[in-house]
């Protein structure tokens, strides 16, 4: 079955290496513990076991399925890994390096962005990087914000360290915003959004079966497929790492590496490719700031 395109006709087609005609990412945010961590920054909060167990199946069972299948299909993936993560589970790092994956920053405790100051957040990207140095020996030159969320000094901290960004959702195939290559992602192609449950009544509803899921996700991928398109697909290893979502990921990899002119990489070759290539000046957006937006608008409040 042949896709119609859905390309605007005034963006012109995203220039992928000779020989592709789009790409996808398999991405892994290695959260496991740390946002139960961060959460329990407040001492009043109650120390939950369920939650605690729960999210440890990652490192102890979910992470090593994954990456088994990602060696079954021979693809590379890229993992970004919260600091805190690493620093406990010291096997991680260097299972996903020997493997042959690439591996990027996650935050230090998975800090949600509102929740921490600039100072704060440029301390925890120093505290994750000297983490990966002592364990790998490696600098990542990737970073993904926990809960996909960035702000003006983020970025900038990003630009100066030269690295780039999977945490924004401006276009569906890398872009430049602030001086940063942004390799994006999509919610909706997101497993926790359909599957995480924690329980102890945290959750508003049950999580999705995965028959459902996978085939929106399949129609997202042929879609783009026909537009040239970057399709990013982000896991966890405490979600994905269930063995009903690994049988839904071994049919959807089954799929995609089924088409000889997807380029299947790791998002740190797609954001090399972007930077060397046309599209680095093609897709420029600027860093547009909500606050300096709103003050022009309004002007400030007394």
Request: proline share 7%; charged share 20%.
């Amino acid at each position: 079955m042949t896709m119609q395109t859905t390309r605007s006709s005034h963006s012109p087609a995203y220039t992928w290496p000779e020989g592709r005609h789009s790409a996808f990412c398999f991405t892994v945010d290695v959260d496991a513990e740390s946002p139960l961590l961060w959460n329990l920054k407040d001492e009043t909060s109650p120390r939950l076991i369920g939650q605690l167990e729960q999210r440890l199946f990652g490192p102890r069972v979910g992470i090593w399925r994954l990456l088994d299948l990602l060696d079954r299909f021979a693809i590379k993936a890229t993992f970004f890994v919260p600091g805190v993560v690493a620093e406990n589970h010291p096997e991680l790092l260097p299972a996903f390096v020997e493997r042959g994956h690439e591996v990027g920053l996650h935050g230090y405790f998975h800090e949600i962005v509102s929740q921490v100051s600039d100072a704060e957040f440029t301390g925890a990207l120093e505290a994750s990087l000297e983490i990966f140095r002592k364990q790998i020996g490696v600098v990542p030159r990737g970073f993904r914000s926990p809960a996909w969320e960035m702000t003006p000094h983020m970025l900038n901290e990003l630009k100066v360290r030269g690295f780039y960004d999977s945490s924004l959702s401006g276009f569906d195939h890398p872009y430049m915003i602030g001086d940063v290559v942004e390799v994006p992602v999509q919610w909706a192609i997101d497993d926790a959004v359909y599957f995480k449950f924690v329980g102890g009544g945290a959750d508003s509803w049950p999580p999705s079966a995965p028959g459902p899921i996978l085939d929106a996700w399949l129609d997202e991928w042929e879609m783009l497929h026909a537009d040239g398109g970057l399709l990013m697909l982000t896991v966890h290893d405490w979600i994905s790492g269930r063995a009903h979502r690994i049988r839904m990921l071994e049919k959807l990899l089954h799929r995609i590496t089924g088409e000889p002119t997807a380029w299947i990489t790791t998002v740190g070759e797609i954001a090399a490719h972007h930077s060397n290539s046309v599209n680095k000046g093609r897709y420029i957006v600027p860093l547009r700031n909500p606050e300096l937006i709103a003050e022009r608008r309004f002007g400030r409040a007394n």
